[in-house]
C-alpha cells in the first residue's frame, strides 16, 4: 500500500511542479503581458479573435501556476487537475489549429499523468493537505 501512496505522490507532486515551473515563469519572468502580446498575439492573431487570446493567454498562465502549486500540496486536488485538464486541452486546440502536425511530446507525458492521477483512488494520496483536512473532520 505504500508504494501505491508514494507513486500517487510523485505522479502529483511531479506534475504541480512541471506546471507550476511553466506558469511562473510566465507570470514573474516573462510578465503576461509579454506572454500575451509576444507568443498568443503574435502567432494567433490571424486565426483567432483578441479577446480569446487574451483570455487565453492569462488563463492559462495563471492556471499552471495556481493549479500546479495546489497539486505540489496536494489542496484541492481534483479542481486543480480539471484547471490543467482545460490548459492542456486549450493548449492543443492551439497548436492543432497553427499547425496540424505538431510534437505532441511535451503536452501527452502531462495528460497521461493528469489522467493518471484522476483515475486513481483518491484514498492513495494520504501526503496531502486534502487528507489532512479530511483526516480532522
Do not use: C
Not at 27 to 36: A, E, H, Q, R
Amino acid at each position: 500500500m505504500l508504494n501505491k501512496q508514494i507513486a500517487v505522490l510523485t505522479i502529483r507532486v511531479l506534475l504541480g511542479l512541471i506546471f507550476f515551473f511553466q506558469g511562473y515563469g510566465k507570470v514573474f519572468k516573462f510578465g503576461l503581458d509579454t506572454v500575451y502580446k509576444n507568443f498568443f498575439q503574435a502567432s494567433y492573431s490571424e486565426l483567432l479573435p483578441d479577446f480569446i487570446l487574451l483570455f487565453s493567454a492569462y488563463f492559462t498562465s495563471l492556471a499552471e501556476l495556481i493549479a500546479g502549486f495546489l497539486l505540489i500540496i496536494g489542496f484541492k486536488r481534483d479542481y486543480a487537475l480539471y484547471a490543467l485538464a482545460l490548459v492542456l486541452i486549450i493548449v492543443t486546440f492551439g497548436h492543432g489549429l497553427k499547425d496540424p502536425i505538431w510534437d505532441l511530446s511535451h503536452v501527452m507525458y502531462r495528460t497521461i499523468l493528469l489522467v493518471s492521477l484522476l483515475l486513481l483512488p483518491k484514498e492513495l494520496d494520504k501526503f496531502s493537505v486534502d487528507f489532512l483536512i479530511k483526516k480532522d473532520k
